[in-house]
């Protein structure tokens, strides 16, 4: 479908909210009317959600949107969810609901995405994940003694068979061929998460073997041109954490 950014005369009302909220400035208000130059606009959608009289249509961008904009969660509650926070590493025997699924991945499609691009693209490993993690587990065997160099904590950890999926029921892989929505997308998914009860560690490890093993990487359905960016290991844990440890103060500068 051809992507089109259309605003009806008949319900605008001229106030130039949309002109004045356009990224790539390409409307303006002639004769009373917002008019936009469809060969500048980026899709942003902020003419859509800011238009008073939902004058604007957009085609060809996606599907959902159009309820209104919620009403901000309790900033205190958010930020202390974003203090408790850890990378779980124990998770249940306990599968994660297709109810909860859709849930993450619709936190994922909203993050932001520089001029809606909308590229980042995402793989649920099911059927094949326990034979993409013995391959992996295999691969990282091989190249241990030249990680320790670099990561010696690796010295003193088992290379157990769940090494990068710690037996969890679900991994989302994040793909990405540009910028930075990739972890943006991530972000969103490990706070929807969070809010969900559940657990996410970033399987960071995984992600280095997958780049540097091409066989790892061909099992994979990765578009091609696309990178995997990020590994999400989601599931129940199975440890509950009592406290918010430390951390340092900010590093600000003033300029």
């Given at each position: 479908?051809?992507?089109?950014?259309?605003?009806?005369?008949?319900?605008?009302?001229?106030?130039?909210?949309?002109?004045?909220?356009?990224?790539?400035?390409?409307?303006?208000?002639?004769?009373?009317?917002?008019?936009?130059?469809?060969?500048?606009?980026?899709?942003?959608?902020?003419?859509?959600?800011?238009?008073?009289?939902?004058?604007?249509?957009?085609?060809?961008?996606?599907?959902?949107?159009?309820?209104?904009?919620?009403?901000?969660?309790?900033?205190?509650?958010?930020?202390?969810?974003?203090?408790?926070?850890?990378?779980?590493?124990?998770?249940?025997?306990?599968?994660v609901e297709p109810e909860v699924l859709e849930k993450l991945l619709e936190a994922g499609r909203y993050a932001p995405t520089a001029e809606n691009h909308q590229v980042v693209e995402y793989i649920i490993l099911d059927k094949q994940k326990d034979v993409v993690e013995a391959k992996a587990v295999k691969q990282f065997r091989k190249i241990l003694k030249v990680l320790v160099k670099v990561v010696p904590q690796l010295a003193t950890q088992?290379?157990?068979?769940?090494?990068?999926?710690?037996?969890?029921?679900?991994?989302?892989?994040?793909?990405?061929?540009?910028?930075?929505?990739?972890?943006?997308?991530?972000?969103?998914?490990?706070?929807?998460?969070?809010?969900?009860?559940?657990?996410?560690?970033?399987?960071?490890?995984?992600?280095?073997?997958?780049?540097?093993?091409?066989?790892?990487?061909?099992?994979?359905?990765?578009?091609?041109?696309?990178?995997?960016?990020?590994?999400?290991?989601?599931?129940?844990?199975?440890?509950?954490?009592?406290?918010?440890?430390?951390?340092?103060?900010?590093?600000?500068?003033?300029?």
């Amino acid at each position: 479908m051809v992507k089109r950014t259309i605003i009806h005369e008949d319900l605008c009302i001229g106030c130039g909210q949309c002109a004045n909220d356009c990224v790539a400035c390409c409307i303006e208000i002639v004769n009373g009317k917002a008019k936009v130059r469809e060969d500048m606009c980026v899709g942003c959608g902020h003419c859509y959600a800011i238009c008073p009289k939902n004058a604007v249509e957009l085609q060809g961008w996606g599907e959902g949107g159009g309820e209104p904009i919620s009403v901000p969660v309790d900033p205190d509650a958010l930020l202390g969810m974003m203090k408790s926070r850890r990378s779980t590493r124990q998770f249940q025997d306990r599968a994660v609901e297709p109810e909860v699924l859709e849930k993450l991945l619709e936190a994922g499609r909203y993050a932001p995405t520089a001029e809606n691009h909308q590229v980042v693209e995402y793989i649920i490993l099911d059927k094949q994940k326990d034979v993409v993690e013995a391959k992996a587990v295999k691969q990282f065997r091989k190249i241990l003694k030249v990680l320790v160099k670099v990561v010696p904590q690796l010295a003193t950890q088992v290379i157990d068979d769940h090494f990068f999926f710690k037996g969890a029921p679900l991994v989302i892989l994040v793909t990405n061929k540009m910028g930075m929505d990739d972890g943006l997308a991530a972000s969103y998914i490990e706070l929807m998460a969070n809010s969900l009860g559940l657990g996410v560690l970033y399987s960071g490890f995984f992600r280095v073997v997958v780049k540097f093993n091409p066989k790892l990487k061909a099992m994979l359905p990765i578009r091609k041109g696309y990178h995997l960016t990020n590994c999400l290991v989601i599931g129940y844990p199975s440890v509950k954490y009592q406290r918010v440890p430390p951390r340092l103060p900010a590093k600000i500068k003033r300029h």
